[in-house]
């Protein structure tokens, strides 16, 4: 066999193919090498006109280099890399600043995005294995875990033992570490080895177990001084409740002596009682609620209280043993401040309320509603004359402060206020004259009490109230008072109390009688002249307006007074006469009609009539015209609505006229309802099917019982007596008024 020898070519051509694969394998998206200034291509581009460095096309507007090839990853889709090369790119930014503008890259912005989103996370991402690393173990030396345990002391022999291997061996922090295969191999696993890790286990165990028993020294210290406390607070307690019981038993000491009321030592008995219960309210003023000492109060002053009120005399001592009372206010449980009569109203309801939860009354309020209110109600009923009010007004006064507020309230809604209603019932205002009336003017009476009265009985349009009564009272007076006899005694009192409701009755009940009046009574006679109506008619012009007075006149006196003077005037008169008459005329009205802008007007027609008669002369018995003269009815005036003041407050101007609210149907009704001695009570209900609301008229004080009504258009509807789902219409006559009587 022939020996082979293994030969060394000594060049090696490759294959075109082989080249070309060769330069794509080592230069991938690399450009291929631009052809050769003396090969066919560059010539014949040349003599094109193109340029080496310049596009393509007549401007070179072309690419510059060949397309580059940019192959992806197998198995790659599209976006899975970037899809441009570095020739497109560069080939875009010629473009673009061939045209003058700057083209921004893309890649190169996001290149710069993805760097500061690192640097603010904090440096590069760490590689998953790093995070999916275990925490390492930390280890404690014998020092370190006798520093971790208060009080815990490790012997130096110990320590030598678990540090015997050197600092690099530290003890587990928990017994996570203690299972944990070391990482020593086993030739240095020595005997010494497995008694420091023994002796490191078994400290470990005991310093958690030192550091329990600590915590629990702690706690049991902090139960024990708690448990101290609450036996001192209790010793505490215990010595004020044998306080309280030693001065429980003095009081019962003194209480026995106290029995008998009588003789000339009562004051000193109240006294030693009194300065036993101050001594005790001083000395255990937080425990009066929890020892129920007002109990204790109560039962020390009861015998003593009521054998005061079984010697007491109101009339003549009104504040009796208030004073003894109002000294134990906190000890009884009495309010300390002295409400006003407003506040007593608003704390009836209240009063009530608080009552109705609770389960009885306190001690005190059992003892002044057994001891004094039937002292009282005797008093009020059987001794008090209504007419003289300041001795009960006293006594008021002087157990105000101190009385619970159901017994005050009880006092005055029910006892006081039933003798005031019957007194006010029984007052006849048309007995003016002392001598036939026998007792004294109701606001001389009821005046003082109106302080210790509710809203109820100071508003005149409540329909049960005590001014309620008094303003019946006037104007059923007024609708057939003698107008003779003057101004109604004691009618001029009333009106800062009733206000609008007494000019209302007075507009509605006594203006027209006094028109009236005028325009039968009066007679204008120059001849011999009689003054006496309006003499008569002028003392009520204090509860008119100047302007409402002045038209009564204008209405009643001047049609009169133009007649007579135009008489006069056409037979020959002497105007010297006429002037003297005129002025006396003008004299006789008071100064502040005489200014009212009609009165003024009236007195000038008159003036311009005597005028025309002069200049007429002779003519003017045929030619002087009558007079003309229209006026209003003063009722008309006197609801005349005035516009509001204008300028800061000032007065309008006299030249607006005034607007004159007409009377509507339920003025009439109520007018009628007044003149028969009937209740027009508003309901908070409507009529179901027309939607007017109802009217409830009655006789009855309390405002019930009657009949239902409602009014449309100028028509009275009222319900039937046996359907109550059937209105009837009726008139303002004698039927209306059984229906509200009950009949």
Known sequence: ??????????????????RADDDAGEGRGAAPPPPAGNSFAARMMAKMGYKAGQGLGASGQGIVNPVDVKLRPQGAGLGAVREKTKQAKEEEKRAAQARGEVLDDSSDEERRTRRKSKKSAGGAETPTRARNKPPRTQYRTATEIEAAADGLVVPNVLKSIIDATGKETKLLTSTSGIFVAGTGDGATDTEATKIARRARRELEAFADEWNGLSERKAYVLAQEEEQRRIIDEEQERLRRLNGVVEATRRLQQVRIKSVDFGGDGTADRWDEVVLELEALELGYQDEIDEYALSEVAVAAISPLFKTA??????????????????????????????????????????????????????????????????????????EWNVYEPSPLISLVEAWRDVLPGFIYHNLVDQLIVQRLSSAVSEWNPRLSNRKRRKTDLPHIWLFPWLQFLDERHMNPTSPDGLLSDVKRKFRVVLDTWDLERGVVEGLENWRELLRQELDKVLIRHLLPRLSLYLDTELEVNPADQDLTPIERVLPWRSFFRPSVFGQLFVSSLFPKWHSTLHLWLVSEPNYEEVSQWFTWWKNQLPVEVNEVPAVADAWEQGLAMINQALDLGERAATDLPPPSFEA??????????TPPAVNGGQEASSARKPVVEEPTFKDVVESWCSEENLLLIPLREAHDQTGSPLLRITASANGRGGVLTYLKGDVVWMQ???????????????SLVDRAEGR
Do not use: C
């Open 1 to 18: 066999m022939a020996s082979f020898q293994q030969r060394t070519p000594q060049s090696f051509v490759p294959s075109k193919r082989a």
């Open 720 to 734: 039937n007596k046996k359907d109550k789902t059937l209105w009837e219409p009726t008139g303002l006559g004698q």
């Open 309 to 382: 009120m079984a010697h007491w005399t109101p009339l003549q001592d009104p504040a009796g043993v208030v004073s003894y009372i109002r000294r134990l206010r906190r000890l009884l449980g009495i309010a300390s401040s002295q409400p006003d009569a407003k506040q007593l109203t608003l704390r009836r309801e209240d009063d009530s309320l608080a009552r109705r939860h609770r389960k009885g009354s306190t001690p005190y309020e059992t003892m002044m509603y057994s001891a004094w209110i039937p002292k009282i109600r005797s008093l009020v009923t059987n």
């Open 632 to 641: 209003k009815r003063p009722v008309e005036e006197a609801r005349a609505v």
